[in-house]
């Protein structure tokens, strides 16, 4: 197989070792296996781009929306000097994948080519306010605005006009900066500041007041931001859902990050700001999402609910731009990942049909139809429907008209054209006519038998629908193995519209039919003539000794788990497994634990001291080298202590709870409470020294020095000195 591939991807590599061609061929059986990428983006990267093309081509067309491999292919090219292929890279990638690494490749791109021009600086600052336009939201677009402010204080201004001119664009960015949440936003709103007092200290304070709200909100919000994004990786190719636990880690933490900006966390009333963020956020978790058609609907759903709502605010131009953009998510989708995503069309086909582009539904429908590896059954029956809707029954038969043609297309086609004239036209023939136009190619598969049956039954045609019986059975295009189910419904029709006679000659045809299942199990056919939906004659035990589930030739109905109930269908399977384990392991034979002995270790074991053979054993190493650390039992002559009474005693007797003293604190911590009593007990001491005539200067020393002031303002200042 490599050699088959080698002259289209390896083309003059030369030699190729084992793990490159490894690489391929898990590449070729899993074209999204990214191991598999990374071992040969290495390899390619040693050789020449002109080798190497080739490769970088199927990498950017797997990964379409990878701004890191689009990144890698563009460097090569830049490396070898090869401008006008990057320029055309830039064309095909740079408007759709808002990667902030693919966004400073290109302006250094810009920087690097055009430095030469007259006209650099225009261009540049062109480059620069494009990259804000689309980046400028990014929590790491920090390095972009300082850039460009860089750049443009470096500009050469000549007489007073042009100084102005540069100090009012420098002033412009900072200003539109530092209300951007983002990384080290406070560092730009430093350099605001000291650019501000360098220019005009009178004015600057003003300045910086009128935007000191604005940055304050902008340092709040830029917090949370990093916080709520922090471990998302960005960086990650879009792959097919493999509902990994990282991978659904990833999903809820996008979904956390866009339900955030939607709450408006700068708390602006400024629609078109939330919209714009909103829509940044979506296109970034699109990146790393692409193939998860539910981001694709989000995204197109809620700029079609913004575009409402600017329209009953009275402002068109920007209704019309959202509506504009919805279309373009659904455009890109279908384009990219979800080329083959029926949802995704039909909700694209709504969307058209919703602004009155019933030629553009068309055209939607037509395209899906269009793919070969698709089952269109369900296409044709959406634009049937879509057809009736639009321009009338006519259209709708002219689709159904299409689809019986389509060799692909399956027996539900037949089913819904004939539904759709029973309701909407409201005759019952016609109708009837289309399941027998289809149950001349469908008579052998059972589902489009039991639609018709159910049809028939919902009309209350018991003649017709007894002779639909007997021909089904009777012609043999179908299956034994197959016909269960339409022997069910049989018995059922009969025991709801026949007698009893009736009843008993359908149960004897078909234990006749099943003989070799269904021999000794005539109870088990009782039980379906007795019972009604999920209520059964019978208790569940009784049910499976009768053999009641053998004959049973129902399908199970597996219920459909919401998608934001990840964890409680994860839980509701792990259940289930559990359950089923429980019930395995109730038919398999356990040991009678009540028979079991204790396990008595012995010092010595003497053989046939156990009534099982085995049952005494030696102690372990680390017990027995415990015991001969232990004095001999003779050592010990008393007292004994019985433990029982000694237990008795320590539960019965009172032990009184200690005394409290309260212990008076001497430090500045002192309540107001304790140190007014400290200071009545020095004044009544210092009287009775004085009135004895025992007090001296030492003695007032002494106890000046003993008990210091709580707060010393002389001490601590000469403490500070000496520091």
């Not at 040969?40 to 701004?67: D, I, P």
């Not at 395209?367 to 044709?380: F, S, V």
């Not at 392991?585 to 053989?607: E, G, H, N, T, Y």
């Not at 001291?609 to 010990?636: N, R, W």
Request: proline letters at 5%; aromatic letters at 10%; hydrophobic letters at 35%.
């Amino acid at each position: 197989m490599a050699t088959d591939t080698r002259p289209a991807l390896f083309t003059g590599w030369g030699f190729i070792p084992d793990k490159v061609k490894k690489a391929q061929k898990k590449m070729e059986a899993y074209p999204f296996d990214v191991d598999a990428w990374g071992i040969l983006l290495r390899e390619a990267q040693n050789q020449g781009v002109e080798k190497a093309r080739n490769l970088y081509e199927l990498l950017v067309s797997t990964f379409s929306n990878s701004g890191r491999y689009w990144k890698i292919y563009i460097e090569q090219e830049m490396k070898h000097k090869n401008y006008e292929r990057v320029e055309k890279l830039f064309q095909r990638c740079l408007m759709k994948i808002l990667n902030i690494d693919l966004w400073k490749c290109y302006l250094n791109y810009v920087k690097e080519t055009k430095g030469g021009l007259a006209t650099f600086r225009e261009k540049m600052a062109q480059a620069y306010d494009f990259a804000l336009d689309k980046m400028g939201m990014d929590i790491q677009s920090h390095s972009i605005w300082n850039d460009y402010i860089q750049f443009l204080k470096a500009v050469e201004a000549v007489g007073s006009y042009a100084e102005n001119q540069r100090i009012t664009a420098v002033r412009r960015v900072y200003q539109r900066g530092i209300c951007n949440p983002m990384t080290n936003v406070e560092g730009l709103w430093k350099e605001y500041t000291n650019y501000e007092n360098g220019i005009n200290p009178i004015i600057a304070q003003k300045m910086v007041d009128d935007r000191g709200r604005d940055y304050m909100n902008a340092r709040r919000v830029a917090k949370e931001y990093e916080a709520l994004t922090k471990g998302l990786n960005r960086s990650a190719p879009s792959v097919p859902p493999t509902s990994t636990l990282e991978e659904l880690k990833q999903v809820e933490l996008w979904k956390k990050y866009i339900q955030w900006e939607k709450s408006n966390p700068l708390r602006t009333e400024d629609k078109t700001l939330i919209t714009k963020r909103v829509m940044f956020a979506y296109e970034q978790c699109l990146l790393c999402l692409g193939f998860h058609p539910d981001i694709w609907y989000e995204d197109a759903l809620f700029l079609e609910n913004s575009s409402k709502e600017f329209t009953e605010k009275g402002d068109m131009n920007n209704a019309k731009v959202f509506n504009d953009e919805a279309a373009s998510v659904f455009e890109r989708a279908i384009s990219g990942p979800m080329k083959t995503n029926m949802l995704i069309y039909f909700a694209y086909a709504d969307f058209e049909e919703g602004r009155m582009k019933f030629d553009k539904v068309h055209s939607i429908f037509k395209r899906l139809i269009g793919i070969q590896e698709n089952d269109p059954t369900l296409a044709y029956i959406q634009y049937m429907k879509f057809g009736r809707r639009a321009e009338g029954i006519k259209e709708a038969r002219l689709i159904f008209k299409k689809a019986r043609e389509d060799p692909r297309s399956k027996h539900q086609i037949f089913v819904a054209a004939a539904l759709m004239e029973y309701y909407f036209s409201k005759d019952a023939q016609i109708a009837i006519k289309i399941f027998e136009l289809g149950l001349r190619k469908y008579e052998g598969t059972p589902e489009y038998v039991l639609a018709y049956i159910d049809y028939l039954s919902h009309l209350n045609e018991d003649n017709n629908t007894r002779v639909l019986f007997e021909r089904v059975l009777t012609s043999g295009h179908l299956p034994e193995d197959k016909t269960g189910e339409i022997w069910l419904k049989f018995q059922d029709f009969e025991a709801n519209c026949g007698d009893l006679n009736s009843i008993v000659k359908v149960e004897k045809r078909r234990l006749a039919t099943f003989k070799d299942e269904s021999s000794h199990k005539e109870a088990a056919l009782l039980v379906d003539r007795h019972r009604f939906l999920d209520l059964y004659p019978c208790t569940q035990t009784e049910l499976k000794a009768l053999g009641y589930t053998d004959i049973l030739a129902k399908p199970s109905v597996v219920p459909v788990a919401s998608v934001n109930n990840t964890e409680a269908a994860v839980a509701a399977e792990v259940k289930a497994e559990e359950e089923e384990t429980e019930k395995k392991l109730a038919d398999c034979p356990r040991p009678d634990l009540s028979q079991m002995l204790p396990f008595r270790p012995r010092k010595v074991a003497r053989i046939g001291s156990h009534i099982v053979p085995g049952g005494e054993f030696p102690l372990p190493p680390a017990a027995s080298h415990t015991i001969t650390l232990l004095p001999p039992p003779l050592s010990f002559q008393g007292p004994f202590v019985r433990v029982d009474e000694l237990m008795r005693l320590m539960a019965e007797c009172t032990i009184p709870e200690p005394k409290v003293e309260e212990v008076p604190v001497t430090n500045g911590a002192t309540e107001a409470g304790d140190g007014s009593q400290d200071a009545d007990t020095t004044k009544r001491k210092r009287a009775a020294d004085d009135s004895t005539g025992k007090a001296n200067e030492d003695s007032d020393e002494e106890e000046s020095s003993q008990k210091a002031p709580a707060r010393d303002i002389y001490r601590s200042r000469q403490q500070k000195r000496a520091k």
